[in-house]
Nanobody
Framework: QVQLVESGGGLVQAGGSLRLSCAAS??????????VGWYRQAPGKQREFVAI???????NYVDSVKGRFTLSRDNDKKTVDLQMNNLKPEDTAIYYC?????????WGQGTQVTVSS
C-alpha cells in the first residue's frame, strides 16, 4: 500500500529552523520518477503550495519561502527533506507532502509546525 509519512514538525521560536522529512513506502523504483511536493494549511486558511522537487532535482518554491526553505531528495531512501530556516510566525501550519501517481495524488498525514513570535 502506497504511503507517505511526514516527520520533523514541532514548536520553534521565530528565526529558528526545522527540518521536515517525507518518507515514501511501497513506491518501489517509481519514487525516483516522481516529483514530490509540499503544501501547508494554516488554521482557517486554504491549503497552500509551498515547494516541489522534480526528478532532476530542480526545485520550485512559493515566493514567501524562497531563500529560507530548501528541498532535497534521496531516491535510495525514498525521502524528501524540507529544510526550513529563519522561520516566521506566518509559517505556522500543518505541512503535507504529496506524490502524483497516475491520476491519483497521494498525501501524507501532515506534521504540525508552530512558530512562536
Amino acid at each position: 500500500q502506497v504511503q507517505l509519512v511526514e516527520s520533523g514538525g514541532g514548536l520553534v521560536q521565530a528565526g529558528g529552523s526545522l527540518r521536515l522529512s517525507c518518507a515514501a513506502s511501497s513506491f518501489g523504483s517509481t519514487f525516483r520518477t516522481r516529483a514530490v511536493g509540499w503544501y501547508r494549511q494554516a488554521p482557517g486558511k486554504q491549503r497552500e503550495f509551498v515547494a516541489i522537487i522534480l526528478t532532476s532535482g530542480s526545485t520550485n518554491y512559493v515566493d514567501s519561502v524562497k531563500g529560507r526553505f530548501t528541498l532535497s531528495r534521496d531516491n535510495d531512501k525514498k525521502t524528501v527533506d524540507l529544510q526550513m530556516n529563519n522561520l516566521k510566525p506566518e509559517d505556522t501550519a500543518i505541512y503535507y507532502c504529496y506524490i502524483d501517481l497516475g491520476s491519483r495524488r497521494y498525501w501524507g498525514q501532515g506534521t504540525q509546525v508552530t512558530v512562536s513570535s
